[in-house]
């Protein structure tokens, strides 16, 4: 049995759930003759009305989940490993770790694989969870920054690190879902705004206290100078969180509130609306181990404008699928949001380069390949000699 691990997967948006999701997919399309059917996924915090839609679309794939009640999921885990044969765990995320590693010394045979994101790893974990990382199998990062980061600061040999970068968090088939409502809803607020042709900055993220290194309010700051010379910007902020009042209040002290449009938390056919809406897809964070909204954008052909930090330039190239800047630099970033309204050809030109690089770098496709190839090496079960050569190509391709 592959036994999966996740902390939230259907019941909230953000990057980690999306991965999860994408872990799913690919698990449930892995098929081969040697391989045991069976392949259950628990789920830490979501609810049954979070998962009982969605689990559905997953036919080879069984789910529990546990609603945040930890120390029920913590059994449920024990118990699974203790009364069936697990051969292969998939620890999604750090917290968890000394599951794997206890359950090892349990069961000697069991493998053990953990997958880290970002920030979460970017500093030395308590010793429990070192312990952890050094003693898996294993460890999938979502970028070589993060896969760095794990080697300095936890110990992590570097040959046990996979590389498996994150990749569109949407089906192709529900892109076009719902789209009616959404579309009349995006039309309802530029009417509304006075501005059914103005120029749209788009932003997506959490807007929580603890991650105000996502960098909206350098947006804000910087909009006063791009006000000047694109006169019909507006800014559309999608997200929610416990830090949006400042957010509001810094527009309203910058005199830009009527410019600034915090969207709140929105459904996927709306979310996908927003996306086709933009002009300019922008992010300047400095705390993305990855960042599936640049994908997203560049799935709807947007240049993105992101911050020259962390794991963004793997995901963003300058000067082709968009600009990066110095992080917090609020001129750096106003010149950049300028440059890309004033000039339509060049924004074509960068998103089209995005989506060219969506295609051929972090398509489903590849995930899925990346997953499935790992799974069979640490099962011992050889790869089909079709899947070995697909294998080394994108093993080799430049990321």
Not at 43 to 70: C, K, M, W
Not at 349 to 355: K, L, P, S, T, V
Request: glycine fraction near 8%.
């Amino acid at each position: 049995m592959i036994l999966v691990l996740q902390t939230t997967t259907f019941g909230v948006h953000g990057g980690i759930p999306a991965y999860n999701r994408m872990v799913c997919r690919a698990l449930n399309d892995l098929s081969d003759p040697n391989l045991d059917s069976e392949r259950r996924v628990l789920i830490a915090t979501d609810r049954r009305s979070d998962a009982e839609y969605p689990s559905q679309s997953f036919s080879n794939l069984s789910f529990e989940v546990f609603g945040g009640n930890r120390s029920a999921f913590a059994r449920s885990v024990i118990a699974s490993v203790l009364r069936q044969r697990v051969d292969l765990l998939l620890i999604g995320h750090v917290n968890y770790s000394p599951l794997g590693m206890v359950l090892k010394v349990l069961r000697p045979s069991l493998r053990y694989g953990v997958m880290v994101h970002g920030v979460e790893v970017w500093t030395r974990l308590t010793l429990l969870k070192r312990w952890a990382l050094q003693r898996a199998d294993f460890v999938m990062a979502v970028s070589e920054f993060t896969k760095a980061k794990v080697v300095e600061f936890n110990g992590v040999e570097e040959g046990r690190i996979r590389i498996v970068p994150d990749t569109m968090g949407w089906t192709v088939d529900s892109d076009e879902d719902g789209t009616g409502n959404a579309e009349r809803k995006i039309d309802t607020l530029l009417t509304r705004l006075g501005k059914p042709t103005a120029t749209l900055l788009l932003s997506v993220c959490r807007l929580e206290a603890s991650e105000k290194y996502k960098g909206i309010d350098t947006v804000i700051n910087a909009l006063p100078s791009v006000i000047a010379r694109v006169p019909d910007v507006q800014y559309l902020v999608v997200g929610s969180g416990s830090d949006l009042e400042r957010h509001n209040q810094l527009a309203a002290d910058l005199g830009v509130a009527d410019r600034v449009h915090f969207l709140g938390s929105v459904d996927e056919a709306t979310l996908r609306q927003y996306y086709r809406a933009a002009n300019v897809f922008i992010l300047p964070s400095d705390g993305e181990g990855f960042g599936i909204v640049y994908l997203e954008a560049m799935h709807y052909a947007k240049p993105v404008i992101a911050a020259d930090s962390r794991a963004v330039p793997e995901v963003v190239k300058h000067n082709d699928t968009g600009l990066l800047v110095e992080y917090g630099n609020r001129g750096q970033l106003a010149e950049a949001i300028t440059s890309l309204c004033l000039d339509r050809s060049l924004r074509e030109r960068m998103g089209e380069a995005g989506r060219r690089r969506l295609r051929e770098k972090f398509s489903f496709e590849s995930f899925k390949q990346k997953l499935h190839e790992l799974i069979l090496q640490e099962l011992q079960i050889p790869l089909p000699l079709a899947q070995r050569t697909i294998a080394r190509g994108v093993a080799s391709a430049d990321l």
